[in-house]
């Protein structure tokens, strides 16, 4: 099989080292505001990752990445995302009502930070993005779990902004992700 070309798909190689050094110095420089701006930056990126992914996919597989089970799905989007060094997903779900994408090996956590939140902002815009794309509606993605925070993993809540809003507000107010999530699907 060809080598997949990541400039045809409008993407670049790009050096961790580099990206990790930017959201460094953006999150010293400007605090909270720069997560915003990361994840602005990665749903930015989303449509050119989720049409390198679909395209990725059509070289591999006659089916349709929106048609894909979730056991093919899991493994063919960690094997795109690890081949192109991201890292490898684990997908799951939590009560029916979120999805879960967990990563042992995230190239956006450091693992060296000591973290006071989550620090994968470049990743949850982009996962925005992209798995709204192969939802077809609107999500909202949530890190709740962070290895810069000392977790084992990232792991990435993905849901419709109603219940991920409902979650993050009863996380502000001290619920566990998994006890806010549950709470969710059953009101």
Sequence with gaps: MASFDLTAHGLAAFPRGSLAAL?????RDHGPEAAGALQEAGYAGGETVYKA?????AERTDIDAAQLDVDAFQHRASEFFSEFG????SVGAIDDAVA????ADWWEA???SNLDAPG????TGLFADVFGRLA?????????ECRAMGHSHCRFLVGSPDVLEYVYEEMADGA??????AAASTA
Aim: with cysteine; hydrophobic share 45%.
């Design 23 to 27: 959201r460094h110095a953006l999150i």
């Design 53 to 57: 992914l679909t395209n990725w996919l």
């Design 86 to 89: 991201w890292g490898t997903l």
């Design 100 to 103: 879960t994408l967990d990563a």
């Design 110 to 112: 450091d693992g060296e």
């Design 120 to 123: 994968c902002h470049l990743t």
């Design 136 to 144: 077809g509606t609107q999500v909202a993605v949530l890190e709740v």
């Design 176 to 181: 566990g992700y998994q006890e806010a999530v």
